[in-house]
């Protein structure tokens, strides 16, 4: 029978490391990116003999990241995969405030990690895949954040909204492909990661929105990564996938 392959970023914590477990399955090809090996990972792959890979990789460097997908898909064979996915999730945690009070290299670097490299690895993908007769998908994990303004997070929200509209444009070039890849950049909802404890630790005067998301920790309306990535892939697997190319778990 064949394959589905399966291409994540941002692997090593939080909804990416959530989703690459539960990706984990027979008849699965699983290839993960991120800046740090995920160890757990590895071994849960080994102890139920799944087939995952690995890269170590800083995708602030996206041209290597992209360059590196191209001459691994070129070596695949197509034929023995009948689903190709791949998943951009990796997002850069960056300093709470305006943004000039982040340093040219961290805003540089940030937009690298949520924009660039999220375009530069769909782009190889698509080229990569385009001659297969394999179904294939691209799922860019979008934010609410994207959809709505936030003080002492414009770099964020500007890397979000342009995930949404890179999604929407890529939809149209695929759409007059011959077997185009479908397209979604889906809001996950409000997820109890890294990136909540890091909104929640900023300072109130540069971030006026702390106490709502102290709220969300006190009232328990964070899911948890797990469910997070449970519901995301659940999305993904929608016979409807592609029809609403920004869309939202919640929804």
């Known amino acids: 029978m064949a394959d589905k392959l399966f291409i994540l970023t941002g692997t090593s914590r939080g909804m990416g490391a959530a989703i690459a477990e539960q990706l984990l399955a027979p008849g699965h090809v699983l290839l993960c990116l991120a800046r740090h090996r995920n160890d757990a990972l590895a071994a849960q792959a080994q102890a139920s003999g799944a087939r995952c890979e690995q890269w170590a990789l800083d995708l602030a460097r996206p041209v290597e990241a992209a360059d590196r997908l191209d001459a691994w898909l070129a070596a695949l064979d ?24 982040c340093s040219s290299a961290e805003l540089a670097s940030a937009l690298r990690v949520g924009l660039e490299a999220p375009l530069l690895l769909s782009a190889a993908f698509l080229r990569g895949t385009r001659a297969w007769g394999a179904g294939r998908r691209v799922l860019n994990i979008a934010s609410g954040l994207g959809r709505r303004a936030m003080a002492g997070q414009a770099l964020y929200c500007a890397t979000k909204a342009g995930i949404d509209h890179l999604s929407r444009a890529m939809a149209l070039d695929e759409a007059m492909r011959p077997n185009g890849a479908k397209i979604v950049s889906l809001a996950p909802g409000v997820i109890d990661t890294d990136m909540q404890r890091h909104l929640r630790a900023g300072d109130a005067a540069g971030f006026p929105e702390k106490a709502n998301f102290i709220s969300l920790k006190e009232q328990g309306q964070l899911t948890s990564a797990s469910d997070a990535a449970a519901r995301v892939l659940g999305y993904l697997a929608r016979a409807d996938f592609g029809a609403n190319v920004t869309a939202d778990v919640r929804d």
């Open 78 to 101: 197509a034929a023995s995969f009948d689903a190709a996915t791949l998943i951009n999730n990796a997002a850069a945690l960056t300093r709470i405030g305006p943004i000039d009070e």
